[in-house]
């Protein structure tokens, strides 16, 4: 992968290579707008910070105009300091109510609020000045709730350009957090494979997540292979009808690749066939998987093109938490 990576905002992120981001993440960025959604994704900043005993960093991004319902159109364009003056002051009084509530997490914790031209540009930024972050967790969601999702914007661009793993949180049904003490509960993780060497970025990850929830790992490959119209009339509508042995093959890749990391947790192969965004969502629903582990590029060898196609639909379709690596 490319040494940096740039945006149309023209800011800058030093990508850190694979080997330093997974020896050890000492610190992680919670990004928030104070909504709901944000609010529900507090509870896995703090779940990972728990996880690798890492410092939470909570930062809020202060743009010229954030388009609030309610908000007087006399109140719209005010003076640009005295503007900003006052979302950060209102945001360090949200930070302070957040740490309250958060009480005795056993993590250090720290808030920052910072000026941009939009939030991913300002979180990038802040990335590139702080190179010690070791992920990002953020909502796929702000204030506006289903009319104004994230992904495809702020979310997509600091995937893109972080160079660090991210955990793109949604609020769903399923709810993967305990109801009475609100800590984040991750029972099953799916981690899919596509044979590529990318597709293995998030496995220390999932090592070390996995052993921190005593959790069991679904390493999962769908195999996008057309069967010959020839066959329908045979009833013949799937590769692993076509091919039986098949899975007995692909399994045994998945288990080479793998090798022993994950030896001292759970692990389960699962091997299926169809396109792979509708699969990974079948999986996690049938399963009732609680986390989504997958790299941010795959075979095609093409970041943006595997991302665009798989990983960002993968976060939009998902009912759980996916950590893009």
């Known amino acids: 992968m490319p040494a940096a990576f740039f945006c149309n905002s023209n800011v800058q992120v030093d990508f850190k290579c694979q080997e330093e981001t997974m020896a050890g993440i000492k610190r992680i960025l919670f990004t928030t707008d104070f909504s709901e959604f944000a609010n529900h994704a507090l509870k896995y900043a703090i779940g990972m910070a728990k996880v690798f005993d890492a410092e939470l960093t909570m930062l809020h991004a202060v743009t010229v105009y954030r388009g609030e319902e ?43 609020v910072v000026r941009g031209k939009s939030p991913h540009a300002a979180i990038l930024d802040y990335l590139r000045k702080n190179n010690d972050i070791g992920m990002v967790v953020m909502s796929t969601h702000g204030r506006g709730g289903l009319s104004h999702v994230l992904v495809g914007s702020v979310t997509e661009n600091v995937i893109r350009y972080a160079g660090i793993p991210v955990l793109a949180v949604k609020k769903t049904e399923h709810e993967t957090t305990d109801p009475e003490t609100g800590e984040v509960i991750i029972k099953k993780i799916l981690f899919p494979l596509d044979f590529s060497r990318e597709s293995l970025r998030p496995l220390e990850l999932v090592k070390s997540v996995a052993g921190k929830y005593g959790a069991e790992v679904i390493v999962f490959h769908s195999i996008d292979v057309e069967v010959p119209p020839i066959y329908y009339t045979s009833g013949i509508d799937s590769i692993l009808q076509l091919d039986p042995d098949i899975k007995v093959r692909v ?44 790299s941010s590029s795959g075979s095609h060898g093409i970041g943006e093109f595997f991302f665009g196609s798989t990983a960002t639909r993968v976060i939009q379709k998902a009912i759980c938490p996916v950590l893009v690596v």
């Open 70 to 112: 309610g908000t007087e159109e006399k109140d719209k364009f005010p003076s640009l300091d005295r503007y900003c003056e006052e979302v950060e002051s209102d945001a360090n009084g949200r930070f302070e109510i957040c740490i309250a509530d958060m009480g005795d997490a056993g993590i250090k914790v720290a808030k920052e």
């Open 251 to 294: 399994e045994k890749r998945m288990k080479e690749m793998i090798g022993d990391t994950l030896s001292a947790i759970p692990v389960r192969f699962l091997v299926s066939d169809g396109r792979a965004v509708e699969q990974i969502r079948e999986q996690v629903m049938k399963e009732r998987v609680d986390l989504v582990a997958m």
